[in-house]
């Protein structure tokens, strides 16, 4: 299987770090987006548009959740959705407050970093909803050492990337870093970061937006255009 992927996609870094944490890394190839996702035409590859995806035999899979799902099923002596129905809804919940109520407003307000053109309405809309998720998410932790219990599950995988966004990028948006107003979401986000898998996916992430910054990611891409363009060229 071939996961296409980026450093500095959260959602990405999610899947990431299941599969470090499942220990398949040996099953599943990690690949760069084909050039269609750095020409904003990555729905030509697969409809949604978006990464991370999930090559397999039978062809692509998107979503980050489904691509989640479905290496549990693959590989479910070593699945990450806890052991018991209530368990699993537990870690299904934590997830989605992960995915649907952070990382999707967060994404959403990414127009809004530039002071110049940022729009404060759409910010504070975006930045409200964040605020409700964590606020959700503080009374669905608990003390254990994980999100849902006391070993890793994929609850764990979406918080990580989820939370480092809601520390890293929501300040950048002119706010107030919003997590220190939740108490067990902070010792949580203290805890996680010291699981090697948390901190291997983290460092990732920071890598890649170092590589944003400093224009790697705009040279990468770059040379791949001009990889497909001679590619184009030759077979014409
Ligand atoms: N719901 C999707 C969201 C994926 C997503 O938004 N991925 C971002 C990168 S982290 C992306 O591909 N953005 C490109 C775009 O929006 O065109 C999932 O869970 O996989």
Redesign the pocket.
Known sequence: MKLYT?D????????RMQIYAMGIEDEVEFQH?PVE?VL?K??EVSP??????LETSSGLI??????AEYLDEKFPERALLGETPDQRADVRVISRIG?IYL??NI?LALGQLNPETRNEGVRDLLVGQVARGLGALEQHLGDDAYAAGDSLTRADCSLVPALWMCAGTVPRLGVEEPLSRHQRVSDYWARIQENEHAARVIAEMNQGLKERMDGTERRRAEEMIAQAQARDGASD
Do not use: C, H, T, W
């Open positions: 980026g500095l996609s959260p959602y990405s870094a999610k899947i987006p996702f904003g990555m729905s949604i548009g978006r990464i991370p995806v998107p979503e980050s959740e489904v691509i995915d990382m999707n994404f």
